[in-house]
């Protein structure tokens, strides 16, 4: 950024790195209506901010902590960027502006032991995936998967967040619910395109890391879901779970229609292959 002590930006601040671009931008800010939305798009659009985050030797010793903006900063995404993006990714995301808050889907039992004990129920429907500027807010019992992503709690006015890495990101990633969900929808939608494996990989690669795969990239997915087809056949996992599918036993109400169990493990291994993705470094971090 401009200054490092962000938290205390005045009198007892450090002095800015780049005064007179500060200068511009505030000049720019006013002159263009108070427009967040402007800024954002100069700010992300701008020559400085696409750079790529490699370093050569040379420039590492000169700006060893990127004081003069000579390479772009490598970081994780904010926890609501990351399930919006995820949401995007799957084709769930709804993006209607305005109303009254949702509740996402979350494990159960994150809101029970809070002040109040209230349930938190699950919204349905178009509610379920809506961006995450609508999620409600109880600053007893945060939203678990903003919380694991170091989101603030709501207790504090803060200005810069912290940025950790843990296992438990990861585990969000793979087996949280709505993370689930997504993989699910995802999954589903290119199992049933009439291609080939090779390019269900290159659509699944590039719908959740915004970039083309290579050939060993695709390679490589393609023999993830085989294993994953072999771990099938012989038992080791059950596409009716993975999918979230109810076989007629479990719905005898649709008993007597037939199970397409090839389409079901289609769907399934395509779902494992979403998630392996979504829970890939690259696709929670700006490179």
Known sequence: GLVRTLNDFGMQGETPSHPALLDWLAVEFMENGWSMKHIH????????????????????????????????????????????????????????????????????????????????????????????????????????MYNTFDAPTGEDCIARRDVSNTPLQALTMLNDVM??????????????????????????????????????????????????????????????VITGVATPAENPAEASAPVDRNAVESHAVWTLAARALFSLDEAVTRP
């Open 41 to 144: 798009r100069l700010l992300v659009t701008s020559s400085t901010y696409r750079q790529s985050s490699h370093v050569s030797p040379d420039r590492l010793h000169a700006d060893p902590d990127n004081r003069w903006l000579s390479r772009a900063s490598r970081f994780r995404l904010e926890a609501e960027i990351i399930r919006d993006s995820t949401l995007q990714s799957a084709g769930l995301l709804v993006e209607r502006i305005g109303g009254p808050p949702v509740r996402p889907p979350q494990p159960e039992g994150v809101t029970e032991t809070a002040y109040g004990g209230a349930s938190w129920d699950a919204s349905t429907g178009d509610d379920r995936y809506r961006r995450s500027i609508y999620t409600f807010i109880k600053r007893t019992a945060p939203f678990a």
């Open 179 to 240: 993370f689930m969900e997504a993989a699910r929808a995802l999954g589903g939608e290119v199992s049933v395109l009439e291609v080939d494996a090779a390019e269900r990989a290159a659509i699944v690669w590039r719908r959740i890391l915004t970039r083309p795969a290579s050939e060993e990239e695709v390679a490589r997915l393609i023999e993830f879901v085989t294993q994953q087809r072999a771990r099938i056949a012989t038992g080791e996992l059950d596409p009716f």
